[in-house]
């Protein structure tokens, strides 16, 4: 699932469309508005946020409404979280042995 996630948010478009979501569900129309493309590359992007779990979207009548799955959104910063407690710790320790080792000489 991350790796469709991240695949997902390494394109700028898709990102302007999460951030755009992220104040609340919004139209495809919405969300094409600001971008300067067709509205069948939009929905490309939207398909592949779809794909990914970030985004689903309703149809009523002609009108389809995108909403952003934070939960997927907050696996993946879960996942960031997770490796940079691990580096943070790992460079406190090389810091408390430099300094160690630089007290005895």
């Not at 790796?3 to 390494?10: M, S």
């Not at 919004?26 to 971008?35: D, H, I, N």
Request: proline share 4%; hydrophobic share 40%; aromatic share 4%.
């Amino acid at each position: 699932m991350l790796d469709r996630v991240y695949a997902a948010l390494a394109d700028g478009t898709r990102r302007t469309m999460v951030d755009r979501l992220s104040r609340g569900p919004a139209t495809v129309k919405e969300l094409a508005g600001p971008l300067t493309m067709s509205l069948p590359a939009v929905l490309q992007h939207l398909r592949v946020l779809e794909e990914s779990g970030l985004v689903r979207s309703e149809k009523v009548g002609r009108v389809r409404t995108c909403r952003l799955q934070p939960a997927v959104l907050q696996a993946a910063e879960q996942w960031i979280a997770d490796r940079r407690a691990g580096w943070e710790s790992r460079l406190d320790r090389l810091e408390e042995f430099l300094t160690t080792e630089g007290d005895q000489t």
